[in-house]
Nanobody, 125 residues
Framework: QVQLVESGGGLVQAGGSLKLSCAAS????????MGWFRQAPGKEQEFVAA????????YYADSVKGRFTISRGNGQNTVYLQMNSLNPEDTAVYYC??????????????????WGQGTQVTVSS
């Protein structure tokens, strides 16, 4: 059983930065696609970023491109989301997710097979 655990959320002022981590227990991310999604109160789940673990190819939502960076940890079981220039519209619960082969659509949450419990990010104005 794969368990994904996010950490690093918190309260930050607008313009600040946070770095989220997602670690897996039970296996590595090798061969998977790892994604970050977020959901704000009253809104639908939104794709944020993803990385193909083997190739390192990254994908970003337009709303975070240039501000957020997804990266692989030095080990094989941690993925990060560095978030800079945060604004109140980034306030949401952020979820880590894993898509196993055969891959689905990168930006669709339904493509992902495993999910973390989420970590709250709150950006104050």
């Amino acid at each position: 059983q794969v368990q994904l655990v996010e950490s690093g959320g918190g309260l930050v002022q607008a313009g600040g930065s946070l770095k989220l981590s997602c670690a897996a227990s039970g296996r590595t991310f090798s061969g998977w696609k790892m994604g970050w999604f977020r959901q704000a109160p009253g809104k639908e789940q939104e794709f944020v970023a993803a990385i193909n673990w083997s190739s390192g190819i990254t994908y970003y939502a337009d709303s975070v491109k240039g501000r957020f960076t997804i990266s692989r940890g030095n080990g094989q079981n941690t993925v990060y989301l560095q978030m800079n220039s945060l604004n109140p519209e980034d306030t949401a619960v952020y979820y880590c997710a894993a898509d196993t082969p055969p891959y689905g659509s990168t930006r669709w949450g339904s493509s992902y097979d495993y999910w973390g419990q989420g970590t709250q990010v709150t950006v104050s104005s």
